[in-house]
């Protein structure tokens, strides 16, 4: 594998790999716990069954926490294990203390619905649970995540003069990271700018759009990442170079500046600053995704795999890219709340998770 296709990183054999095996573990356990509580789900519905669940609203709360572990937890962890071997040695105290908190968050947000008076709200991005553990969890969770990206920010490898594949995919993973943080600056942005009269389902909902818009940009830069080395391990060879592969994650990041100027054009309660972050979303998310969707399409196209391990990343590269773009089709479909804002949610995230997983 020459240079210009080697996309892929070292495992190194210090702390940075115990520390990728930590948020590996992280991420496994989110999935885990989404798994039980989407059976939790199904129980809380069945007759007889549901007759013997104390907690009030259980399938909402269930559903909360389900959708935390499964978006949120899931994919920024995994964020943590590309980090982690995208990172020059530094301060090991930092990088623990990042995934400690992040678990501990975890953790809290698992036990938050079986305490009473969790009511469940289903806000965009991040639901909550009305209830101070839950909230507790969160900014744990939150916490720890917001050091891993200054963790990964101080030590991120630079790309270096000579562009290779190697160079363009941790300049995506560093893309990812500055993506996230301007996320967190986005939710405090419009935790400071929040009118002392909104409460419930509006204060959370205008709380997380803003950052919530800007995470996908962020799932979305990882998954690129991913099917570049997902590319790598099917033995495809891309039809652009580096270079241009560079060009591409730059375009996808670029648009995430574009949300500070939403947030000083107009007020956090305004239509036209909810509509915006909607077209930023619809118009710039497929600015960076589809040149390069299409160039892995054609990889794949030309050539079908001669072993078990190059057919395995090829199926997990040929789901993630079907579902993504099927998820990507609907949410240029949806007008008004029907069925196709969870049919766009689930086709694109579970499109994300496929090339984290295939990873």
Known sequence: MTSEQNYSLDVPGDARRQLALG???LCVLALLGAGV???????SRTPYLSEHIPWIDFFHSALVVHVDLSVLVWSLSFGGILWSLN???GRAWLAWTALLLACLGALVIILSPFVRDAQPLMSNYV???QHPLFFSGLLLFALGFALLVVNSMIFMVPVGPAMSARGALRFGLNAAAVSAAVALICFAWSYLQMPDYLMG??????LFWGGGHVLQFTYTL?????WLWLSREAGLRLGITPRVVLVILFVGLACVFVSPLIYLAYPLTTPEHVQLFT????WGGSLGTLPLALAVLVALLRYGGENQREWQARSALQCSLFLFGIGGLIGFLISGSNVTIPAHYHGSIVGVTLAMMGV
């Open 23 to 25: 948020w590996l573990w």
């Open 37 to 43: 509580f989407s059976v939790l789900l199904v129980v």
């Open 87 to 89: 990172q020059r040695p």
């Open 127 to 129: 639901p909550v649970l």
């Open 201 to 206: 389902q509006s204060f959370f909902e205008l």
């Open 222 to 226: 990882l998954m690129l990442v991913c």
């Open 279 to 282: 077209w930023l979303m619809r």
